[in-house]
Structures are given as C-alpha cells and as structure tokens.
C-alpha cells in the first residue's frame, strides 16, 4: 500500500487500522454519553419518575424524581419486588395481574393506575405507563416506563363525587345515592323500609340564631345518625332537616318500630352548639316495601305523607303509611293553597271567650281566639289549619293580623268604658322567635293607641324547648313595657314547673285537661293544688281552663284560683255576641 508516494508495510496496515477503531471506539463513546446525558436532562426534567427494569437480573432503576415524589433513595427500591412492599395492600393483586396479562398477551404497552405508600406514610396516586421489551423467543427481558403523580386530580375527582353523591354539610349520603340503593334493594326484591325523618320547629334556629348555627346543629344530628348505621341501617340526608334512614332486609313491621324508638332515644338528649342547648324532636313517616310503593319515587312521596301524619298529630311521633293518608295528603294541600288567599281575602276572624274572675263572677279580660270561614269548607277550627300555617310560613302575617286585630278590639271596649278589660292573644313559637318580634308587638300597640297593660300575651312551653334563653331575652323586653305574659296550656307539655321561677311570666293558664279530671282523679287535683300553690307563692296570677260545671268551679275558688274560662261561663262568640254579655254584665 502507498500513501502519497510512501510505500507502508503490513506493520503500517496494522497501525493505522488499531488508530481508526480507537478514533471510532472514541467517538461511539462521546455519542453514547452524549445521549446518557440528553437523557439525564430529560428525565430530571419532567415531573415523572422515570425507571427502567431488568427483568433478568431483577433490578430497577429510577430517574432522581423518586426521592422527590416519593421520598426513597435508589438502593431502597432497586429489587423488583422492593417496589410491591410500597404498592397499597388493596391495589397489590390488581397490579400483579396487570403485569402478568401484559407479558403473557405480549402487550407492548399498558397503562394502569394505583396507590403506593410514600416514605412518610401517606398514600399517592401514580398513573403507570409501561413498556415491555421481548426477545426472539418470546420472553420478557425489560420494561421501562413513567410514574405520573396523579394524587391531586384523584383528590379533586373524589370531591367532584363527593359533591355529586354526598351532603356537603354532614356528610350523609344524599338522595342520589339513596335512589340507587333503593332501586338495587328493589330488584332484588327484599322487603326493606323507609323511615322519612323530619326534625320539628328546626326553622326557629335558622330564623333565631342564623343559618351558620343550624348547618352546625345539623352536623351534629347527623354524627349521631351515623353512630346507628350498621349493616342493616344507612342515614341519609335529602335536604333542610330531613333525613331518611334506610333499614333492609327487615322481617316485619315491628323490627322498625323498634328502630323508629329507638331513633327518638338518640336525638332527645339536647344538643350543645356554640355554648347553646337545642332540644331536637322529629316526627316520621314509614313505607314498607312492597306493600307501601312499587319504586323509589312512590315509596319516598309515601313516606313523606306519613312524616306530616305525624307532624299533625302534635310532631314528635312516628307513623306509618296506609292508604287513608294519600286523600288526607291531597285535602291538607288544598287548605294550604287556600290559607295564602285568606288574610287578603278577609276570610279570617276572631271570637272571643271571657276570662272571669273566680271570687265575683265578674269578665276581666277576654282570650282572642282566631276562627277562618271558608268561603267553601264553613268556619275551620283554628286545630286544623294552624299547624299547616306553621308549616308553610303562613303563620307570621296570621299572627300578625291577630295580634293588630285584638288590640284594636281592647281599645273599642276601652273607648267603651271598660277601663280595666285586657284582650289576651296566643302566640306561635314561630312569631316570638323572629328577629323583629319584640319591635313589632311594641310598634303595634303605639300605633293602635291603648295601654301596654291592657294586652296579654300567651306562650306554650312548646317554644321553651325550641330555645329558652332567646325565648326568656324577649319575653323579658315586653315585660319591662308592662305587657303581661302567660304561660299557657300549663302541665299538658313538658311540665317543668321550674319554668314558674325562671321565665318572666305573670300569669299560669292550667290546662283543661287537669281541670276536667279534679272531680274524678285525686292525682289530678294534687297536681292543680301543687300548680296554684306554687304560682302563688311565686306572685303569679292563675288562670284555669276549660271550666264546665260548678264542682269544678267551686274546687278552684277553695284553692285559691284567680280566674277561669270555659263553657260554664261561655264558649268563644264573635264580636257582637261578646259584647251582649259585658252588656249583661253592667246591668246586673
């Protein structure tokens, strides 16, 4: 060989042939660290981790994001199966599986998602894409691949479902999920139960101590709902202050009856929130699949209409649902259509019955008792439509027609001479807890232009339990403006006759049920000694109710009673029929 006139011997062949190779080895050698380190750069550059895998000599090999997003080293997951004792014990069979479809089915690339503990315990999400390299014969020799942290978008998913499927205030399950139960319980065909829960008067906390306070109290009602759940029970919440609780697999009536008191036991502990005691009741209606509905839509309107059975027969109690209900469902709607018309239409009115002084005989006072001529139904009994007016709202214009109306009344017989003649008017818990009460009974009296001593006011214990400090604050205010208060319907509640020394009353209205029974029951007439003595000693005034014939008028004056209503005197007239008695009574 010659080379620009040189001749080059083999030794010179060899030489240079050794020299290329080097030159090439050399330059093989920058490429490949070239592209180690393109690599390098790419894999610290992106967010995932990424790793490769030795399936012959079990090893793994991760990009430095491990430490980053999982918190471990190289050396403390290099092993293969060092990688299975991070993944979630849950997910650990699932991606075995994955694994082994993938090589077995010779597929090239898989894409699967699971959990793996980091470092400090907690869990994260990873979204897995693998690779897997095959040989000649078919075998798995290496797979590579990238972890991408998914944890955060797993987050947002669950609180996207969680929006979807649960109550954002207690965290029940929501109506959503209660169809699907259903509709799953239904198909299989089990009997199972609904019991509709509504809690009463919850309205009062939401208008007395605002919305941020009854979203709490609902918290709490919830925690004990759920303290009932078991494989058999599940709480839901539909919305407000109504809950369902689901009871499957039931074998009659009775076993939810049983539930049903015991759901009673669980919220009649009071409740304290913020510093402040709440006593919570609740009535509630029952359907039974399937003899109460056929799917979800006609057990729940079903379960609704016995829930305001039970709200009609004095809340607090539980019914179950039998056909009757629907037609009474339908009749209640109707009157609660007709009562929005009622005020405008000057469809309402007010009787009046006496209140006598016992020792005289002598009308002091008169109680304002509201009476709705329908232009269709006839006169309605204020029992049948007030606690629909409680329910819809309805209740704070009627009360606030009554209470105008009645005042305007003690000024006419005022102006008429009867100077010392007072109009006592019954108040709807629903009334003294709303924000503008005090101001509105003030204001209404200054306009109508009578004395504040002229006007008595009468609450029931009712209100006591929904909130007795509010209740107490505003009572207090009216009192110092020489309004009288009566507690009414004494003894048929609660009967806390500590209620005598706490609240700030004048006068205690027995109930008729006590006066009825003092000829018959000597239980009875030591309970009415215990009720007069003790009001007395108190300065209070007593006023006994329903009286209907001597003996028991007679026992009162013995007693020391102070005064009385009922048939033995008057039932409750109109305007003009009570102002033939007045008139009676001046010209005898």
């Known amino acids: 060989m010659q080379i620009r006139g040189v001749r080059m011997g083999p030794s010179d062949i060899f030489e240079k042939h050794i020299a290329d190779t080097i ?57 293969l199966e060092d990688w299975f004792n991070i993944v979630h014990p849950e997910d650990v069979a699932s991606v075995r599986s994955d694994i082994r479809r993938q090589i077995r089915e010779k597929i090239e690339v898989e894409a699967f998602e699971y959990r793996v503990r980091a470092k400090d315990g907690s869990y994260k999400w990873l979204f897995s894409n693998t690779k897997c390299e095959f040989n000649d014969k078919g075998e798995a020799v290496s797979a590579f691949g990238a972890f991408t942290d998914i944890t955060e978008l797993k987050e947002q998913q669950k609180r996207i479902h969680d929006l979807a499927y649960y109550d954002s205030v207690t965290g029940l399950p929501n109506r959503v999920v209660l169809k699907e139960v259903v509709d799953e319980k239904i198909q299989k065909g089990n009997m199972f139960s609904m019991i509709f829960m509504d809690l009463d008067n919850f309205k009062f906390v939401n208008d007395s101590f605002g919305h941020l306070m009854g979203d709490k109290l609902l918290v709490e009602v919830g925690k004990r709902l759920r ?98 209900m629907g037609r009474e469902a339908v009749e209640k709607a109707r009157i609660e ?52 007016a409680e329910e819809n709202g309805t209740i704070i214009n009627i009360g606030k027609w009554v209470f105008e109306t009645a005042c305007q009344y003690a000024k006419k017989m005022h102006d008429s001479g009867y100077r010392d003649f007072y109009v006592s008017v019954n108040i709807s818990p629903h009334q003294l807890l709303q924000k503008e009460f005090t101001d509105f009974i003030l204001s209404t009296i200054k306009r109508v232009g009578i004395s504040s001593e002229l006007v008595v006011i009468e609450i029931t214990e009712s209100v006591l339990i929904e909130s007795m400090d509010l209740a107490i604050r505003k009572l207090k205010k009216l009192r110092n403006n020489n309004i009288k208060i009566a507690l009414d319907d004494f003894g048929c509640g609660y009967s806390s006759l500590t209620y005598l020394r706490t609240l700030p009353i004048n006068i205690v209205k027995v109930d008729r049920s006590f006066i009825s029974d003092i000829q018959s029951l000597e239980d009875t007439r030591n309970m009415t000694n215990i009720i007069i003595l003790l009001a007395r000693q108190l300065g209070l005034s007593v006023t006994a109710e329903g009286v209907e014939d001597m003996y028991q008028l007679d026992y009162l004056k013995r007693h020391g009673c102070d005064k009385f209503q009922g048939y033995l005197r008057s039932r409750p007239v109109p305007e ?13």
């Open 23 to 79: 030159k090439k080895l050399i330059k093989k050698q920058n490429e490949l660290r070239k592209s180690e380190e393109r690599y390098r750069i790419v894999a610290e550059a992106t967010k995932d981790i990424i790793w490769e895998g030795d399936l012959i000599n079990k090893k793994r090999y991760f990009s430095g994001k491990l430490k980053e997003i999982l918190g471990y080293d190289q050396e403390e997951l290099e092993g």
């Open 227 to 324: 303290e009932v759940d078991n494989d058999k029970v599940m709480s839901f919440r539909l919305g407000g202050d109504e809950f369902i609780i689901l009871v499957g697999n039931i074998e009659g009536k009775e076993e939810v009856e049983l539930l049903s008191k015991y759901l009673h036991k669980v919220l009649s502990s009071p409740f304290l929130v913020d510093g402040h005691m709440f006593h919570v009741n609740h009535s509630s209606g029952v359907v039974i699949y399937p003899e109460d509905g056929d799917d979800f839509q006609e057990l729940l309107k079903n379960a609704d209409t016995a829930m305001y059975k039970s709200k009609d027969s004095g809340k607090g109690t539980n019914s179950f649902y039998h056909s009757k």
């Open 337 to 388: 259509g007709d009562l929005h018309k009622a005020i405008e239409n000057n469809e309402f009115q007010l009787y009046y019955q006496p209140i006598v002084d016992v020792t005289y005989g002598r009308i002091k006072g008169c109680e304002a008792l509201i009476r709705w001529n329908h232009p269709h139904d006839g006169m309605i009994q204020p029992d049948k439509f007030i606690p629909i």
């Open 576 to 588: 003009t029929e009570f102002l033939n008695l007045m008139s009676l009574q001046a010209e005898a």
